[in-house]
């Protein structure tokens, strides 16, 4: 099934299509859903076209192991809708451990995608994570301190921006850096 999925998604991803992207990615707690959704406000007043794929959404299930599975699946199935519909403009939120996650996510969407990790002191994750209502926080809190030890998520960006200030100030850098303004 998969498979199938797939070679819909990779019959979009031809040269001259036109699509593009721009995955943000970092730990728990650095802004990327934030980030990427003012990011896509700024497109929504320029009239381009856009998908925003928060994708945790699209693979949230008790097994984190197969949540990720699920999530590749689920984006590869929705992918052609969004392609079909004309979008031309894919911004991503996902926390991208490795360079094989990333790889198997643009092959899912199949769009060419540019990687821009959120760096954030320590002490606004806390904070950030803590104000949070959910219980879950907790958890996403000590995920991310295991990931920042592990030093996963470093090394498959193009870009590293600090997202210590205002949401709009860090979403206008990371669009003059994509060339969309």
Known sequence: ??????????????????????????????????????????????????????????GWVADHAMGYRMMLRNLAAVAPNYHEAGIGVFVVAYFVRDRGALRSIREALGVPLRVVRLAVPWPDVERRLASDVTSGRQDDLRDAAESVARGEGLGVEDIVVENDRPVGVVAHEVMSWLGWL
């Open 1 to 58: 099934m998969i498979l199938k999925c797939r070679a819909a998604v990779y019959a979009w991803f031809v040269p001259g299509h036109g699509a593009e992207g721009v995955l943000i990615t970092g730990v728990y707690g650095s802004g990327k859903s934030s980030v990427a959704a003012e990011i896509t406000y700024l497109l929504e007043q320029r009239d381009r076209p856009y998908a925003l794929l928060d994708l945790d959404y699209l």
